[in-house]
């Protein structure tokens, strides 16, 4: 006789191991949803932190200021201006790379005068005052160059406006944008030099300046200007003026403003004696000036012949 179960209900130990399959079967379930959601979690925090990251990255580069050349027509750290205030024209200095010395004259009968200043230092105010007539004579009538260093050194007394960068910058816009405007706006950020202790010319003022010196591009001047786009350079030019060497000079770097070097020898006469500056470039010349040039009509005394 056979044991046939068939249609026959299960027995209590086959119901016990059905339901222990059943609750094995539902625990992996489990477990493999929790392992499921703790791999989405995870993925999930993952992304998070690198959109996080990925924001900071973006808001540190964006703050980084932009790496721009250095102004065109300043290849040497300096714009060299010579007969009718023409400046000499030059390639902008990349970032990174070193300055170009200016080439000396052909012409042995032409004085190179080099001025390393500062628009806030009240000294670079006084020589220009007593000198810059003379200078814009001898310039003018192409018996000399004059190469202009702008340098910053006297930003802590302009009351945090960093008057001394922002002028020097305003200066390198003409030179980028307008280098046979330079002259004129040189002496004018002179004629208008705001005291030590206070916040200085404003950038509205600048670019006032700007336009009354007859800067061409105006509009690229002024922008230039707000955005204190030279600003790295004026920074980098400044160092390196002060940590020398000084091409073509007797003094291996400038410790002082205005730094004035006159056929590669340094002045260290009177800032504010016009007749005594005349006689260093006369003796530094080695000739004294043309009978055409010394009538060239001055308010300043043209150089006199050599000692």
């Given at each position: 006789m056979t044991n046939d179960r068939s249609g026959a209900q299960p027995t209590k130990n086959e119901k016990r191991a059905a339901a222990r399959e059943k609750a094995q079967q539902a625990r992996l379930e489990q477990k493999k949803k929790e392992r499921r959601n703790r791999y989405l979690l995870q993925g999930g925090i993952i992304l998070g932190i690198l959109a996080a990251i990925a924001v900071v990255v973006m808001v540190v580069v964006s703050s980084i200021p932009k790496t721009y050349p250095g102004p065109a027509n300043m290849l040497s750290d300096g714009i060299r201006i010579g007969a009718g205030f023409v400046a000499e024209p030059t390639a902008a200095l990349q970032p990174g790379e070193s300055p170009v010395a200016s080439e000396p004259t052909e012409d042995s009968d032409v004085v190179d005068i080099r001025i390393y200043l500062d628009y806030f230092c009240p000294a670079c105010g006084a020589f220009e005052e007593a000198n810059n007539d003379q200078i814009a004579t001898?310039?003018?009538?192409?018996?000399?160059?004059?190469?202009?260093?702008?340098?910053?050194?006297?930003?802590?007394?302009?009351?945090?406006?960093?008057?001394?960068?922002?002028?020097?910058?305003?200066?390198?816009?003409?030179?980028?944008?307008?280098?046979?405007?330079?002259?004129?706006?040189?002496?004018?950020?002179?004629?208008?030099?705001?005291?030590?202790?206070?916040?200085?010319?404003?950038?509205?003022?600048?670019?006032?300046?700007?336009?009354?010196?007859?800067?061409?591009?105006?509009?690229?001047?002024?922008?230039?200007?707000?955005?204190?786009?030279?600003?790295?350079?004026?920074?980098?030019?400044?160092?390196?003026?002060?940590?020398?060497?000084?091409?073509?000079?007797?003094?291996?770097?400038?410790?002082?403003?205005?730094?004035?070097?006159?056929?590669?020898?340094?002045?260290?006469?009177?800032?504010?004696?016009?007749?005594?500056?005349?006689?260093?470039?006369?003796?530094?010349?080695?000739?004294?000036?043309?009978?055409?040039?010394?009538?060239?009509?001055?308010?300043?005394?043209?150089?006199s012949p050599a000692a």
């Open positions: 001898w310039v003018d009538s192409g018996a000399a160059t004059l190469e202009i260093h702008p340098v910053s050194i006297l930003d802590r007394a302009s009351l945090n406006s960093q008057y001394s960068t922002r002028a020097a910058n305003a200066a390198a816009c003409v030179a980028n944008y307008s280098p046979d405007s330079f002259f004129a706006y040189n002496s004018l950020l002179f004629e208008n030099q705001p005291a030590e202790g206070t916040t200085g010319l404003d950038n509205d003022e600048l670019k006032a300046l700007a336009k009354e010196a007859g800067v061409a591009q105006l509009g690229s001047v002024e922008t230039c200007i707000d955005d204190v786009r030279f600003k790295k350079w004026v920074n980098a030019a400044t160092a390196r003026a002060f940590e020398g060497p000084l091409p073509n000079a007797d003094i291996e770097r400038v410790e002082k403003t205005p730094t004035v070097i006159v056929n590669g020898t340094a002045y260290t006469g009177s800032i504010n004696d016009p007749a005594e500056f005349a006689k260093f470039v006369s003796t530094q010349s080695g000739n004294a000036f043309t009978d055409e040039q010394k009538s060239t009509p001055s308010p300043s005394p043209s150089p």
